[in-house]
């Protein structure tokens, strides 16, 4: 059980950093500024995300609820970038 937990908090690393690139694509989409200075924000913010996700994946005492959290924000954030660029969102 020991190997499994530890596993899955190792898995957490390119986990965040996928649900972190979700969270940032989503932001450069929303930001009401030019294209350029919502991708330098979007860049400054990736890194204090990345780094709480990281803390949270080897703080939390349940990383099972810790990994629902994660699935359903990554497939929540997946949908809106998507639909966002089918839709045409920012240009």
Excluded: C, K, N
Aim: proline share 3%; net charge positive.
């Amino acid at each position: 059980m020991m190997h499994l937990q530890r596993a899955g908090r190792l898995a957490a690393i390119p986990a965040g950093y996928v649900l972190t690139s979700l969270v940032t694509a989503a932001l450069v989409r929303i930001l009401p500024m030019h294209a350029v200075d919502a991708v330098s924000v979007g860049f400054m913010v990736f890194f204090a995300i990345y780094a709480g996700l990281i803390l949270w994946a080897f703080g939390t005492r349940r990383p099972a609820r810790m990994w629902i959290w994660w699935i359903t924000a990554s497939a929540l954030l997946a949908a809106f970038v998507g639909w966002s660029i089918v839709s045409g969102g920012r240009s």
